[in-house]
């Protein structure tokens, strides 16, 4: 499974970004999907996960009510949607995929995209 995370940017402080992760010559259905985050000089940690179906997600504590992930598995596309954006969102975001329960641990993932950067300006 390729991966190919998209859609990231600059953004004033509360703004809004979507990200979006696709896949080539793989049908994402099967999968369930997370989005990870990465700033510099920290570890990789879950922000957003979802079902194979769409039918259950899960975000971690510190982006509830502000980042939801969502797909749509005609388009072959996941996305995040992130909102009242903090400097502290600053990272590179990462889509990956595994086949089975969804999970916010980065290690339970076994197919990984590349990276897109969000940067939050104060």
């Known amino acids: 499974v390729q991966l190919q995370a998209s859609g990231g940017g600059l953004v004033q402080t509360g703004g809004s970004l979507r990200l979006s992760c696709a896949a080539s010559?793989?049908?994402?259905?099967?999968?369930?999907i997370g989005w990870f985050r990465q700033a510099p000089g920290k570890e990789r940690e879950g922000v957003s996960c979802?079902?194979?179906?769409?039918?259950?997600?899960y975000s971690a504590d510190s982006m509830k009510g502000r980042f939801t992930a969502s797909r749509d598995n005609a388009k072959n596309t996941v996305y995040l949607q992130m909102n009242s954006l903090k400097p502290e969102d600053t990272a590179v975001y990462y889509c990956?995929?595994?086949?089975?329960?969804?999970?916010?641990?980065?290690?339970?993932?076994?197919?990984w995209g590349q990276g897109t950067l969000v940067t939050v300006s104060s």
């Open positions: 990956a995929a595994r086949s089975g329960v969804w999970s916010i641990t980065p290690g339970r993932y076994d197919y």
């Open positions: 979802i079902s194979s179906n769409g039918g259950a997600t």
């Open positions: 010559e793989s049908t994402l259905e099967y999968y369930a």
